[in-house]
Structures are given as C-alpha cells and as structure tokens.
C-alpha cells in the first residue's frame, strides 16, 4: 500500500493562480481531510469528506474548495491564490468504525508571491 | 467546545534527560486521545493512541502517555531522550460526543535535544 499520497511536494504560485493539491489513498479510508500547518499555529482542518460525495468545512475554509468523486481522492482546490495560503498543507485520511487513528501523507509546500 | 492544551511550546534538553510533555482537553467526557510526531520534513506520525482500558499507554520508540481522568490530561513522557527525538510533537483529541468525530489538535511542542 502506498497510504496517502499528496502532490506535489513543492509549489510557487503568484498571487491570483489558482491551483489543485491532489491526494490519494489506498486504504478505502472513507474519512478524509485537509490541514495547513502554519508556525505557532498547529494544524487547522481546511474541509473533510465523510465519504465520496460527502464535503463539509472545517475551521479554516475560505478560499479552497473540495470535491470527494471517488473514495480514493480528494483534491483541494485554490481557486484565487492569496500570500496568506503560504503553508504546508497535510491531507489525511482515516477508516470508520470507530475512532481511527489518521493516516498523513508527506505534506505540500506552498509559497504564494 | 472541546479545546487541546498544550502548556510547553519549546523544550530543549540534552540527552539522557527525561522528558515530560503536557496535554489537556477542556471536556471531561469520553474521550479518544493521540499523540502525534513530527520529525523535521516529514508528515506527522502516530506515537500512541488511548481509547479505553489501562490508562498507562506505551507507544513506539520508548514513549508512554498516562490518561488521567480526573486531571483531563495525557501527558507524554520518555525517560531518556535521544538525539533523534528532536521533533514536533502534538496532541490531539476526540470528542465522543455526536457523530462528528473530528479530531481537535494542540498547537504543538517543539522539543529539540542537543547530543
């Protein structure tokens, strides 16, 4: 199993690109999520998918988007980008039937100039 | 709402030292408690996890965390620190209440450990 993958690694968009992170996972998880992990500030969940077809928002939504067509990805959209966005952004994904640890991948550096 | 604390932002020791790092959860109801870590340039990782049963958690690489109830806390430890510990740890917590089960992050621990 290749557990989550994320791409790419590394990104430099200007402001006002729009851009996908892509992630994908093998694991049937139908839990999957979106976070940026920012200095001093932790990780925040940007959406979450509960299932495919399934999004919801979560603490830091605006300015992305989400789509959950399949079960395997869950690609975060960008749609307008904003030097505030720098970060590293983490997708995880997690099974159900209880309470599942979360799966990271390796994560998407971000620089918007 | 539920809410993780986490009271050390940056710990430095050297090695052989013992380490103790603190979590706290705002609700006392039940709950579902991880610990995660973070090596420089990787993704986060699970050190250990409670769900029920003994309180005394052992996780990989020689780290244990003890729930305790009555303190709303889950603390990590190790008793000698190595090298290689030098990481990003952060706690995270599952508030069972509901169905939405989301996990609620702490703002991390920087823990750096000098040779």
């Known amino acids: ?113 | 709402a539920q809410s993780v604390s986490q009271h050390n932002h940056h710990v430095i020791l050297s090695e052989a030292a013992s380490l103790e790092l603190g979590c706290n959860y705002s609700y006392g109801g039940t709950v579902n408690l991880f610990w995660y870590v973070q090596y420089p340039g990787q993704h986060l990782q699970l050190l250990l996890k409670y769900f029920s049963g003994d309180p005394l958690v052992k996780g990989i690489k020689g780290f244990e965390a003890e729930f305790i109830k009555s303190k709303f806390s889950f603390n990590l430890r190790k008793p000698s620190v190595q090298w290689s510990d030098t990481a990003e740890y952060f706690c995270a917590v599952i508030d069972c209440r509901g169905n939405n089960r989301k996990l609620i992050w702490g703002l991390g621990t920087s823990l750096g450990v000098n040779p």
């Open chain 1, 1 to 113: 199993n290749a557990g989550v993958t994320q791409t790419p690694k590394f990104q430099v968009l200007k402001t006002g690109q729009s851009m996908t992170l892509q992630c994908a996972q093998d694991m049937n998880h139908e839990y999957m999520s979106w976070y940026r992990q920012d200095p001093g500030m932790g990780l925040r969940l940007i959406h979450y998918s509960v299932g495919a077809g399934i999004t919801d928002q979560g603490e830091v939504p605006n300015g992305y988007n989400v789509s959950r067509s399949t079960t395997e990805d869950f690609p975060l959209r960008l749609l307008s980008a904003a030097p505030s966005q720098t970060s590293v952004y983490f997708c995880a994904s997690k099974g159900t039937g209880g309470n599942q640890p979360q799966h990271f991948g390796d994560g998407t550096r971000l620089s918007i100039l």
